[in-house]
């Protein structure tokens, strides 16, 4: 056929820029990873902490959390892009590329995060918490040794739907300069109509979302016949 001859001819010179797309895309990726359960996980353990009938209730603090969050979840990303530009300028010393995109990148997906984690941790049975105060246990040891890895296997769960999300994520970015395959989906695709160019980064993006995805599904079941 003629268009897999053409694209057989085009590869060599497609290659090396969808490669270097698709590393910008992990970088970004993993680094908003990092961030996200850095923040997200404290987050959606005081969600559960301070509710009432929580570890430490407090729902002034609770009501002031889940209002944050409400509110950093309703953003669209790319609103969010933008609004976030002059924080992002402050902490990168630019707006543009991949290191500069993990900002607004962290900051939509920490509260996405944190719901997931609040919404697994509720799933514990609460007589094994209760017995662990009845034993007289500390509640970071309470956290740490029995709400965390009780709620092991969905905190997997949850976290494999935010490095998905965090790749659609990143390839909105490429809309305003981000880069990644988004940028390249963008710039070559649709700026140029080389449709060899956005139908590689759709593949490409197709293929790393499967491979997060059956690597958490793994995950999951081992952890869940633990």
Same mark, same amino acid.
């Given at each position: 056929? /003629?268009? !897999? ?19 910008? !895309? ?21 969600? /559960? ?6 570890? !430490? $209730? ?10 944050? /969050? ?13 609004? /976030? ?12 590329? $991949? ?101 590689? !980064? ?25």
């Amino acid at each position: 056929m /003629v268009w !897999t001859d053409e694209l057989a001819q085009r590869w060599p010179e497609m290659w090396p820029v969808l490669w270097i797309g698709t590393l910008d !895309t992990l970088y970004m990726v993993l680094w908003a990873t990092m961030f996200t359960v850095l923040f997200g996980l404290p987050l959606g353990v005081l969600l /559960v902490s301070t509710d009432r009938g929580g570890l !430490t $209730p407090a729902p002034a603090v609770r009501a002031v959390l889940g209002a944050i /969050v409400n509110i950093g979840r309703s953003l669209p990303f790319i609103v969010l892009m933008v609004a /976030v530009l002059s924080l992002t300028r402050l902490l990168t010393g630019t707006t543009l590329g $991949p290191t500069a995109a993990i900002v607004p990148l962290s900051i939509g997906a920490i509260p996405f995060f944190a719901r997931l984690v609040e919404t697994s941790l509720r799933e514990v049975d609460r007589g094994v918490i209760e017995a662990s105060h009845a034993m007289g246990a500390r509640k970071l040891t309470i956290v740490g040794k029995v709400l965390l890895p009780e709620a092991l296997p969905g905190l997997i769960a949850g976290l494999v739907m935010t490095v998905v999300a965090l790749i659609s994520y990143s390839a909105m970015a490429g809309a305003i300069g981000g880069g990644g395959l988004g940028d390249i989906a963008i710039r070559y695709g649709y700026q140029r109509f080389d449709d060899y160019y956005l139908w590689a !980064t759709v593949v490409f993006l197709v293929v790393v979302v499967q491979a997060v995805q059956s690597l958490g599904d793994v995950l999951v079941r081992r952890m869940s016949h633990r």
